[in-house]
Nanobody, 124 residues
Framework: QVHVAESGGGLVEAGGSLRLSCSVFGSRVDRTTLGWFRQVPGREREAVAC???????YYANSAKGRFTISRDNSKNILYLQMNNLKPDDTAMYYC??????????????????WGQGTQVTVSS
């Protein structure tokens, strides 16, 4: 099973940028479909950006043009570069293995074991 450790979150002003990192254990980022998800208290977790090993990607509409998912194969790390951040981006961000990836949606495994996540807070 894939285990992850997210980092890179923080407090940033609207319009700023952050790069989230996800260290992956138990698999290789260049052999696994992975994605970034986020959750706000009281709301369902949603997919933000996902990519498979052929670099086919999914981006939530809210992330298109602002966020970029990438990986460093040598470090076995998945990244999420977030630019032009908005207060609505405030959430806990998680990375996870992806079970289903299409142009329209990205879903983790039903029994996914989530990491601790990294908090992103965007002030207005």
């Amino acid at each position: 099973q894939v285990h992850v450790a997210e980092s890179g979150g923080g407090l940033v002003e609207a319009g700023g940028s952050l790069r989230l990192s996800c260290s992956v254990f138990g698999s290789r980022v260049d052999r696994t479909t992975l994605g970034w998800f986020r959750q706000v208290p009281g709301r369902e977790r949603e997919a933000v950006a996902c990519a498979n090993i052929q670099d086919f990607t999914y981006y939530a509409n809210s992330a298109k043009g602002r966020f970029t998912i990438s990986r460093d194969n040598s470090k076995n790390i998945l990244y999420l570069q977030m630019n032009n951040l908005k207060p609505d981006d405030t959430a806990m961000y998680y990375c996870a293995e992806v079970a289903t990836l299409t142009t329209f949606f990205c879903l983790p495994p039903d029994n996914n074991s989530w990491g601790q996540g990294t908090q992103v807070t965007v002030s207005s």
